[in-house]
């Protein structure tokens, strides 16, 4: 595999995404990450501002759920799939957990919106700068127009 191999898939059937995904690599574990203040994953969203008692918040605006191929060296643990995972197996798990996340705020436009996701890696075939890790899910609105 290039080290450079890169995807970034969004409004594409699941079960595609995740067999680009694992062209190179299957999974045998996971992480859940929350995005916070200050953060950027490739897509500048601003924070969320909550209102509290003497001060201002910033609450988690999105979470992501990222893949990996090897647990060695890793300095964050990751949760062990009881088997490897290929795309047939992990489809069902993502759309699982899809189902329970909280997606940012709908977008508003001149249109309508569906719950989705997006599928990707990020520089030099990495998510979170992580070498073992090899992709990248997290809940996106898809916008139609009219």
Known sequence: MSDNFHFD????P???CLE???LHHKAIGYREQIRTRGE????????IKVEGIGATKFRPIDVRLI???SDQSINDPINRFPA??????LEPIIKAWLAERQYPPEP????SNHKGWRVY???WGKVNDEWQAFAAIEPVWLEYGK
């Open 108 to 111: 508003d436009h001149d249109g």
């Open 14 to 16: 699941l079960d595609k």
């Open 20 to 22: 680009v995904a694992t």
């Open 9 to 12: 898939l969004t409004g594409i």
């Open 84 to 89: 490897v995972m290929g795309p047939a197996e």
């Open 40 to 47: 950027n994953w490739g897509v500048q969203v601003p924070p």
């Open 121 to 123: 890696n990020e520089q």
């Open 67 to 69: 893949l990996f191929w």
